[in-house]
């Protein structure tokens, strides 16, 4: 590249964000998911989840949850039908809600007007689930930017879940930036983890209280709501870093 360009891949404008669709668009809380385990169980009269494998499994992928953690089944073709089972509760849930956070199309409108790339993840719903659920929602012009590239990422595009670094670098790769520049947001510890091995950032929206200081000691920032973060704050992620190196 041109020594202006290289100048702006190694300044603080050219970055990208990536989104946990569970934690930041549809808020998909722990209790809501554990029933959704739980009602899956009944349903097929499977062995009930602990709690403590509840825990565990929180937004893991299914695949990894119903197989090395709930250890209900390692027939393929059983996962795939459980893995799809609990995407279509989950999509069910989805489809009542009919409006998305104003601070949330806020945010991505302020990135949109710096030409920030914007990438989407879910470990619950398939890449052609989350496409529609995208349009439903109005969000789509945010993140699918032709039919070719979009910046959608469902269960069913990688083979691991967090804390496996493969989503991050997929998402990555699809809005052209590599993981050192790249800020995730969510609200889980999972998401943290592989985010500080890939060396990229980390944005934890959490409610004041909800979780122990230390828990999310290795994020970039915490915030209550999208609503406190602006494109300098963005930018001061890496510029601390350049100013510490």
Known sequence: MNPLDRMEELGTRRFGVIFDFEAVVVPSPAHLEKGD?????????????????????????????????????????????????????FRQRVALVSRVSENLVRFLSLLRDFDVPCALYSSQLRTAQLVDVLRDLNLEEYFIKDVNAAGVIGYDYIRSGLPDTETFIVAGNLISRSPSKCIIISDNNLAIEAAAELGAKSIIVSEPGTRAAWDSCSASMVVPSLACVSFRNLQNIFSLETYES
């Open 37 to 89: 385990w739980c009602c899956i169980a009944t349903e097929e009269s499977l062995a009930t989840p602990t709690e403590y494998q509840l825990r565990v499994a929180f937004r893991k992928h299914s695949t990894h949850a119903i197989s090395q953690i709930f250890h209900w089944s390692a027939d393929p073709s059983r996962l795939v039908y459980l893995v799809q089972k609990k995407s279509d509760m």
